[in-house]
């Protein structure tokens, strides 16, 4: 590690003081104020760790706001719970030329549920103030401090919060006290701090200066995979009477089994609405089958990130009295119920979305946001996604897709991977037939199938109301007053990720008719959307999460008065990143288009950029071709 002498670390705290520097927006370099909606000029964030299980935050934060787009970086916030204590917490506005025009009061505070009116979440909550102003460039300053009794995770720093915003000067400081042992996992940032050891401490340092404001390319990963990040956690800490390491997976998983052990007990009434809902199961997955639609049916989810509302989950026999919970406590409840038929499953830890456990050789609690559940059977495993109340049994989504998960047992924690499916699995199979008028007219009837992860294409519009759905359905058709005569969509059956939709379309003008001609294009239903913008000197690798595949069957029966003039050519192309093939055969009255588009999964250095983009493109265009007909 690198030493620095301790004065220069201290002058790096004070520095940046709004009331000792001027920070006039003029200030700023041309370099920095390039792509930029807002510029933070200064943020120190300090960790002192005072003992495995004591610790208190310090933040100043000083940013410019430049435009109206920055807009969403205005309001100051710090959430606090019944393990934390906001000591102190302000702000002020600053003008153009860095003189203040606003302090923030007391009555300016808002003091904020996280969760509503919630009970079991009563006491999970945040204070903010907006530094909103109208009169562009201002800058907002707020200082803040919290003090922890019992820290888990130290929250990951990220000079760079978003894109479009640069940095003048960014510190992250832990304070540890008896040379508490803290592990770091740097992304795009120096591999090891600067650092100091004194009599009783060690002191960690870490700094972004003069960093440009990076702007979002297409196909991006995570900006946490991309933006400097650091992930940092004791190695030992202590929570609510609780102590634990993060060693190890396995040491980790270790401490949340002694969270959860024994919170599993329910009611002696859902006992025996489960034992008599399962009576007549002849396996363990009929049953668990079972009692998942009556957790469904049971529950609802209240949105809270893990760490909010505790680390440990609330008591099954709570949700069983309630009906709610978070992702932590559904997840608990699940077991319980299975429990119940003696059927083993376990508790799971996960990142979901973009909040992935991305270093399996870096235990931490930040990088998992999310609790699903388990179930391992004799002849396979299934997993539960506990806060879906529409979900069938053993489909998790594209957030929980192909990742790694912390599974939670009573000899500790062991890291697996949850299922990836693949394109064969992941599909969209649709069957139309179209009968053309000679106004270009167009009736159509349309049989789709979702399956695999392209069930969340139509999942989420299932437990809407009929009248919802028509509203969905015309707003997102890309035709020219489209009439829905009637249409139909639901899970093809509860057992499997199926989502199965009927459509009956009357499609005013649908092919062009001029003159003696009209041109058809062929691609009713599923055209590829213009692709995105070229990116000249693209800095950022690309991805895509998951791979599909899409068979467009179409049949046109084309009208008796008009005979083909000229047709499209079959095509088939093929590259590393998919493949796409068209073909169109046409008789006397008819003509039948087949469309297949396979999308692989996949990370990709950003010198292939073009050549995906071209691929793309190649399929845009030729999802437009038309064939012409003339009339006899």
């Given at each position: 590690?690198?030493v620095?002498?301790?004065?220069l670390?201290f002058?790096s705290f004070?520095?940046g003081?709004?009331?000792?520097?001027?920070?006039?927006?003029?200030?700023?370099?041309?370099?920095?104020m390039?792509?930029?909606?807002a510029?933070?000029?200064?943020?120190s964030?300090?960790?002192h760790l005072?003992s495995p299980g004591?610790?208190?935050l310090?933040r100043?934060?000083?940013?410019?706001?430049?435009?109206e787009?920055?807009?969403g970086?205005t309001e100051?916030?710090?959430?606090?719970d019944?393990?934390?204590k906001?000591?102190s917490?302000?702000?002020e506005?600053?003008?153009a030329?860095?003189e203040?025009?606003?302090k923030i009061k007391k009555?300016?505070?808002t003091?904020n549920?996280?969760?509503?009116?919630?009970?079991?979440?009563?006491?999970?909550?945040?204070l903010s103030f907006d530094g909103?102003h109208h009169?562009?460039p201002?800058?907002?300053?707020s200082d803040y401090?919290i003090?922890?009794d019992?820290?888990?995770?130290i929250?990951r720093?990220?000079?760079i919060?978003?894109?479009?915003?640069s940095?003048?000067?960014?510190?992250?400081?832990?304070?540890?006290e008896d040379h508490?042992?803290?592990n770091?996992?740097?992304?795009?940032l120096p591999q090891?701090?600067e650092?100091?050891?004194k009599?009783n401490?060690t002191v960690?340092?870490?700094?972004?200066?003069n960093?440009?404001?990076?702007e979002?390319?297409?196909?991006s990963?995570?900006?946490?995979?991309?933006?400097?990040?650091?992930?940092?956690?004791?190695?030992?800490f202590e929570?609510?009477?609780?102590?634990?390491?993060?060693?190890?997976?396995?040491s980790f998983g270790?401490?949340?089994?002694?969270?959860?052990e024994?919170?599993?007990?329910?009611?002696?009434?859902?006992?025996?609405?489960?034992?008599?809902?399962i009576?007549?199961a002849t396996?363990?997955?009929?049953?668990?089958?079972?009692?998942?639609e009556?957790?469904q049916?049971?529950?609802?989810y209240?949105s809270?990130?893990?760490?909010?509302?505790?680390w440990?989950p609330?008591?099954?026999?709570v949700?069983?009295e309630?009906g709610y919970?978070?992702?932590?406590?559904?997840s608990n409840?699940?077991?319980?119920?299975?429990?119940?038929?003696?059927?083993?499953s376990?508790?799971s830890v996960i990142?979901?979305?973009?909040?992935?456990?991305?270093?399996?050789d870096?235990?931490?609690?930040?990088?998992a946001?999310?609790?699903?559940?388990?179930?391992?059977f004799?002849?396979d495993?299934?997993w539960?996604e506990c806060t879906s109340?529409e979900y069938?049994?053993g489909?998790i989504g594209?957030?929980n897709?192909d990742r790694?998960v912390?599974?939670v047992t009573?000899?500790?924690?062991?890291?697996?991977?949850t299922?990836?499916?693949?394109?064969d699995?992941n599909l969209q199979?649709?069957k139309?037939?179209?009968?053309l008028d000679?106004?270009?007219?167009?009736k159509?009837m349309v049989?789709?199938e979702?399956s695999g992860?392209?069930?969340?294409?139509r999942n989420f519009?299932?437990?809407?109301?009929?009248e919802?759905?028509?509203?969905w359905?015309?707003?997102?058709?890309d035709f020219n007053?489209?009439?829905?005569?009637?249409?139909?969509?639901?899970e093809k059956?509860h057992?499997?990720?199926?989502?199965?939709?009927?459509?009956d379309l009357?499609l005013p003008s649908?092919s062009?008719v001029?003159g003696?001609?009209m041109?058809l294009k062929?691609?009713?239903?599923?055209?590829?959307s213009?692709p995105?913008?070229r990116v000249r000197?693209?800095k950022?690798?690309?991805?895509r999460?998951?791979?599909y595949?899409?068979i467009d069957?179409?049949?046109y029966?084309?009208p008796d008065d008009f005979?083909l003039?000229s047709?499209?050519?079959?095509t088939?192309?093929?590259t590393?990143?998919?493949?796409?093939s068209i073909?169109?055969?046409?008789d006397e009255?008819?003509?039948?288009?087949?469309r297949?588009?396979?999308?692989n999964?996949?990370?990709?250095p950003a010198?292939k950029y073009e050549n995906?983009?071209?691929?793309l493109n190649q399929?845009y265009?030729?999802?437009?071709?038309?064939?012409?007909f003339?009339?006899?």
């Open positions: 590690m690198k620095i002498p301790f004065l670390l002058l004070i520095v003081k709004a009331n000792e520097v001027s920070f006039g927006a003029s200030l700023i370099s041309d370099s920095l390039e792509n930029a909606n510029v933070i000029r200064y943020d964030i300090s960790y005072i004591k610790a208190v310090k100043h934060k000083v940013i410019t706001i430049l435009n787009h920055a807009e970086l100051m916030y710090v959430l606090y019944r393990n934390s906001v000591t917490f302000s702000g506005v600053l003008d030329h860095g203040r025009i606003r009555n300016d505070i003091d549920s996280l969760v509503g009116s919630y009970t079991l979440f009563q006491d999970d909550r945040y909103l009169s562009y201002y800058t907002i300053v401090e003090a922890y019992g820290i888990v995770s929250n720093w990220m000079p919060p978003t894109y479009k915003v940095v003048e000067k960014s510190v992250f400081t832990i304070i540890s508490q042992k803290i770091f996992k740097p992304v795009n090891e701090p650092s100091e050891e009599e401490s960690y340092h870490w700094r972004v200066i960093k440009k404001a990076l979002r390319e297409p196909y990963p995570s900006v946490t995979e991309i933006f400097p990040v650091l992930w940092s956690t004791p190695e030992k929570f609510e009477n609780t102590s634990g390491e993060f060693k190890s997976w396995d270790q401490w949340k089994w002694n969270l959860i024994g919170r599993q007990e329910v009611s002696e009434k859902t006992k025996n609405e489960v034992l008599e809902l009576r007549n396996n363990d997955k009929a049953k668990a089958r079972l009692i998942y009556y957790f049916n049971k529950t609802r209240i809270i990130q893990l760490g909010i509302g505790g440990q609330f008591p099954a026999l949700v069983d309630v919970g978070d992702c932590k406590a559904l409840y699940m077991i319980a119920l299975l429990n119940i038929a003696g059927i083993h376990i508790y990142g979901n979305g973009d909040s992935k456990i991305k270093f399996p870096f235990p931490s609690m930040g990088q946001n999310h609790v699903i559940v388990c179930v391992p004799e002849s495993t299934t539960l109340q069938p049994f489909y594209t957030g897709n790694y912390l599974l009573e000899q500790g924690g062991k890291l697996v991977k299922p990836s499916l693949d394109k699995v199979i649709r139309a037939e179209v009968k000679s106004e270009g007219n167009a159509a049989s789709t979702f992860l392209q069930y969340g294409n519009i299932l437990s809407e109301s009929k919802e759905q028509q509203k359905y015309l707003k997102n058709m007053s489209p009439k829905l005569n009637s249409f139909r969509v639901q059956n057992n499997s990720p199926v989502v199965e939709e009927e459509l009357f649908y062009t001029s003696t001609r041109f062929p691609n009713l239903l599923n055209s590829f213009r995105p913008k000197d693209r950022f690798p690309f991805e999460e998951f791979a595949t899409d069957s179409v049949i029966t084309i005979v003039e047709s499209m050519n079959d088939s192309l093929d590393e990143f998919g493949a796409y073909s169109v055969k046409i009255s008819s003509l039948v288009y087949v297949k588009v396979i999308m999964k996949g990370h990709w010198e995906f983009r071209s691929f399929m265009k030729l999802d437009q071709g038309k064939v012409v003339v009339k006899k």
